[in-house]
């Protein structure tokens, strides 16, 4: 079956062929100004001969394939660029590791203000170095650090194409970006909430981890946010549109959030901060790479 060049769609039906491009294209793509047609066929010269041989319009092209010493990456991930060893995705997988184990260790012996992230200990005990190591602290309690576990092995390979594409100072400066995104969504949320919670008396310490994470997931999903690709969920394959994957990561916070609010308006300040690496990578992307 054909498929369209433009959206990657399966085309149950006679596809449609551009004149100008010699593309092919669903009916909803068909049009030049719908696939952004480079109108290559329509500048090609038609010269016209003397002989009776008839007259090309097509160019000749003719496809090599490189030697294995003259491939250069193009796309995703692979063997030939495993030297570089993706440092910068190493760097986040270990210390998202390390610091949300020695999270976890923190609640029971008590010391836990000094590693997550708060408004509190901001204010009253000056624990500034927690914008930092919360950076790289998860969800609360064994059942989130497994959790967590879980969604590292996805971000391990989503970070690494990001840091073949862009470099490993780009990986780590979107990763801060996201964190940071997700603090000043967490602060203003809990100024809003500080009239009838005191931030003296109520005191939510918050990891801040999820808002990178899911700010270099959901990053990779942009540039194909109306195109299908295949992913898993829950570990079982699904085809499905990159918008369709990104709704799935945002309700996946969002529902919990708004169910955990009705029981303490001080809950959402778990789920909903999170959603602020979204929105810092989807301003990275936009900005930077959506004209590319």
């Given at each position: 079956?054909?498929?369209c060049e ?20 669903c009916?909803k793509?068909?049009l ?6 480079s ?18 319009r ?9 030697k294995r ?8 991930p ?27 260790i ?7 203000p000094?590693?997550?992230f708060?408004?509190?200990g ?32 996805f971000?391990?390979?989503?970070a ?5 594409q ?12 996201c ?5 000043m969504i ?32 959901s990053?990779t ?6 195109r299908?690709i ?7 394959p699904?085809?499905?549109k ?21 029981l ?17 990578a ?11």
């Amino acid at each position: 079956m054909p498929f369209c060049e433009f959206c990657g769609e399966e085309i149950g039906y006679l596809p449609f062929k551009c004149k100008y491009c010699g593309g092919t294209f669903c009916k909803k793509h068909r049009l030049p100004e719908n696939h952004d047609c480079s109108f290559e066929l329509k500048h090609v010269p038609v010269v016209p001969t003397s002989s009776g041989e008839p007259r090309k319009r097509y160019r000749e092209v003719r496809v090599t394939t490189p030697k294995r010493s003259e491939y250069k990456y193009s796309g995703f991930p692979n063997t030939y660029l495993s030297k570089m060893g993706y440092k910068g995705t190493k760097f986040l997988v270990w210390m998202i590791l390390i610091f949300s184990v020695v999270a976890l260790i923190s609640t029971f012996l008590g010391f836990f203000p000094y590693i997550y992230f708060s408004l509190q200990g901001l204010v009253y005990y000056y624990t500034y170095h927690t914008l930092f190591t919360a950076m790289f602290v998860g969800s609360e309690g064994i059942f989130g650090l497994l959790l967590l576990f879980i969604i590292l092995y996805f971000l391990y390979y989503m970070a690494r194409y990001i840091e073949v594409q862009y470099g490993t100072k780009f990986l780590i400066n979107l990763y801060i970006l996201c964190c940071l995104s997700s603090a000043m969504i967490y602060i203003w949320l809990r100024l809003l909430l500080n009239l009838y919670y005191p931030i003296e008396t109520y005191g939510v310490y918050v990891g801040l981890a999820w808002g990178g994470i899911l700010g270099i997931l959901s990053f990779t999903l942009f540039p194909y946010y109306n195109r299908k690709i295949t992913g898993l969920m829950y570990f079982i394959p699904m085809r499905v549109k990159g918008k369709t994957f990104l709704l799935i990561i945002i309700l996946a916070r969002v529902i919990p959030g708004l169910f955990y609010t009705f029981l303490n308006p001080l809950n959402m300040l778990y789920y909903i901060p999170d959603l602020g690496g979204i929105l810092a990578a989807y301003i990275v992307y936009y900005h930077k790479f959506r004209y590319r």
